[in-house]
């Protein structure tokens, strides 16, 4: 599993929680490197591959999943497909607020108070 640590330290990490708790959680971590940057603890155990992301050497971004401090699994995604992610995760996005705004009850103009002396607690 790519959940060990790399002979480099990767570019760029994330870390979000799981809604259901537990230690749960993702890691998100860019790994720029490039064509054969393979090195000790480039791969996890049962790992196969240069490390490099792909033959054009761009990059990758591996997704794992933690509970507490024990890597449960994790996917790498070449960085050429990292768009195809983010415009899905986009459109989900949007649904969602879409969802919610049609959901939200329409209130009308909340009436003005006038300032009266009564109100403010003056009595002169």
């Known amino acids: 599993m790519e959940c060990m640590a790399t002979s480099r330290p990767p570019h760029e990490s994330s870390i979000f929680l799981d809604v259901r708790g537990e230690g749960r959680s993702l890691r998100v971590t860019w790994h720029h490197e490039g064509p054969g940057a393979e090195g000790p603890?480039?791969?996890?155990?049962?790992?196969?591959?240069?490390?490099?992301?792909?033959?054009?050497?761009?990059?990758?971004?591996?997704?794992?999943?933690?509970?507490e401090n024990v890597c449960a699994g994790s996917f790498r995604l070449r960085a050429a497909e990292v768009p195809d992610l983010v415009a899905m995760l986009k459109r989900?996005?949007?649904?969602?607020?879409?969802?919610?705004?049609?959901?939200?009850?329409?209130?009308?103009?909340?009436?003005?108070?006038?300032?009266?002396?009564?109100?403010?607690?003056?009595?002169?």
């Open 92 to 124: 989900g996005l949007a649904a969602t607020y879409d969802d919610l705004r049609s959901d939200t009850v329409q209130v009308g103009p909340v009436p003005r108070l006038e300032a009266s002396s009564d109100r403010l607690g003056d009595t002169a």
């Open 41 to 67: 603890g480039a791969e996890g155990p049962g790992d196969k591959g240069s490390g490099d992301g792909g033959p054009d050497g761009g990059g990758l971004v591996v997704l794992s999943l933690w509970r």
